[in-house]
């Protein structure tokens, strides 16, 4: 064999070798949920326990995480865009939340939540109603 050639086969199986397959990152798990669900203000988890927080000062009626990862819990009033009172509890992280309204003749309705002002928040039920709330 031509030593060109043996020199060409050497860098082209050493080039091959030096490739290395990535892999996929692994999956991160946080104890912090993706979403807040309406079911999350029925019940505190032992995380969640161990972070309660109440305090008079502010609106909400308690609060749970950590710097940066606090989900607020209020009770809240407002309307539909019907004009008929509402009112509930919802728990927000950040900008979104989830939670259940009453009205006095109609069984609880689970909403998502929104903040679009201060102490103001825009609601929808899973068939698409709007609800305007303010936190009490």
């Not at 989900?71 to 728990?91: A, F, H, P, Q, R």
């Not at 003749?105 to 939540?113: A, F, L, M």
Request: net charge negative; hydrophobic share 30%.
């Amino acid at each position: 064999m031509p030593v060109k050639f043996k020199i060409t086969l050497f860098a082209f199986v050493l080039s091959f070798l030096s490739c290395k397959r990535e892999l996929p990152p692994p999956e991160i798990k946080s104890f912090y949920k993706e979403v807040i669900t309406p079911d999350d203000r029925k019940v505190i988890t032992p995380q969640e326990a161990k972070t309660y927080h109440v305090d008079t000062e502010y609106q909400y009626e308690y609060r749970t995480g950590n710097s940066g990862h606090y989900e607020y819990n209020y009770d809240v009033k407002g309307v539909n865009t019907k004009g008929d009172s509402v009112y509930g509890n919802i728990n927000v992280e950040g900008k979104y939340g989830a939670g259940i309204l009453l009205f006095d003749t109609i069984n609880d309705i689970e909403i998502n939540t929104e903040w679009i002002d201060y102490g103001k928040l825009k609601a929808t039920d899973k068939n698409g109603n709007e609800y305007y709330l303010k936190v009490e």
